[in-house]
């Protein structure tokens, strides 16, 4: 019995350790399922409470209206529309934070030059600064330029990343320097060193700071906020604000419904395609 006591414990501990991870599965994953619950219905039964828990005969019908008719509300724009702006802000944001970052990174660990560290240690301070503090010399700079409305107004102030900078700088300062020193005696330049050797092993960091910086681009809603002016170069987040009106019965909550599906499923899918590159990548960064 006194053997017995330890693995009962065990079990015990086993069983309750699964039961709050499926609880909170539950508890993340209810709203989903409601949101899309919500898309297959109509207006009126949105508004009819108590919401069904089951889909309603209404998908085929929203789901065509968003794609084909447009919204209304903002201006007939349709999804088509919303998602391939949120794909390019997205998509621009991910890749340029990785350039970026990787060239900064690759400079800071492999050259020597006057004040490398202290170039450094100026782009880890920008992490302290709050978004409100950079937005509003960001916006003026915009506007100057004339890429208010344009992909580049929304993209290019959003392609710096201390963040991510940090984070291969990390893992550049864990390359073994016989490696640097064994591809400079076969004659390998920096650019030829980067290509074939550094950025072999990096692609699982870059694969998990994509993740993350793809989710950040298509998330974004305060700079968005501020630099588009039509309905045409709206992100999906933000055509979901303009749908949303103070009274129930005048917002279009199918529709609503469907575009939150919509919202929610490319981020989604990035991290389920590529979760075995994320988890390798960010625990390559640690060591």
């Known amino acids: 019995m006194a053997e017995s006591s330890p693995l009962a414990a065990r079990g015990a501990g086993r069983v309750l350790a699964h039961f709050w991870m499926v609880l909170g599965v539950i508890v993340v994953a209810f709203p989903v399922y409601y949101v899309f619950v919500a898309s297959t219905h ?15 005969p209404e998908a085929a019908r929203n ?6 008719g447009g919204i209304s509300r903002i201006g007939g724009v349709s999804l088509w529309r919303l998602l391939a702006n949120t794909t390019i802000v997205a998509m621009g944001i991910a890749l340029g934070k990785i350039v970026i970052s990787m060239a900064s990174a690759y400079a800071i660990v492999f050259f020597r030059f006057p004040l490398r560290m202290a170039c450094f240690w100026l782009i880890f301070i920008t992490l302290m600064l709050p978004v409100e503090v950079r937005i509003q010399p960001t916006y003026k700079v915009m506007v100057d330029l004339g890429l208010i409305d344009t992909y580049p107004g ?6 710096a990343s201390a963040t991510a900078t940090l984070l291969f700088r ?19 330049g920096p650019w030829r ?18 993740v993350i ?20 170069m709206n992100t999906i987040v933000i055509a979901l604000k303009k749908m949303i009106s103070f009274a129930d019965a005048d917002t279009p909550w199918n529709l609503v419904m469907v575009t939150s ?11 389920v395609l590529m979760q075995r590159w994320f988890v390798k990548g960010l625990v ?3 060591k």
């Open 42 to 56: 109509s207006v009126q039964t949105i508004l009819r409470p108590p919401l069904p828990l089951l889909p309603g």
């Open 63 to 68: 789901y065509s209206d968003a794609f084909s």
């Open 154 to 159: 929304l993209i290019l102030p959003l392609i």
């Open 170 to 188: 990390q893992f550049f300062m864990t390359i073994p320097d016989e490696l640097l020193e064994a591809a400079r005696v076969d004659g390998a």
């Open 193 to 210: 060193f980067f290509k074939d050797i550094l950025w072999p092993l990096s692609l699982t960091n870059v694969a998990a700071i994509f």
């Open 213 to 232: 910086q793809f989710i950040y681009g298509w998330t974004q809603y305060l700079w968005p906020l501020l630099v588009t002016n039509s309905n045409e």
């Open 261 to 271: 599906v919509l919202a929610i499923l490319p981020p989604i899918l990035v991290v």
């Open 284 to 286: 390559e960064t640690e």
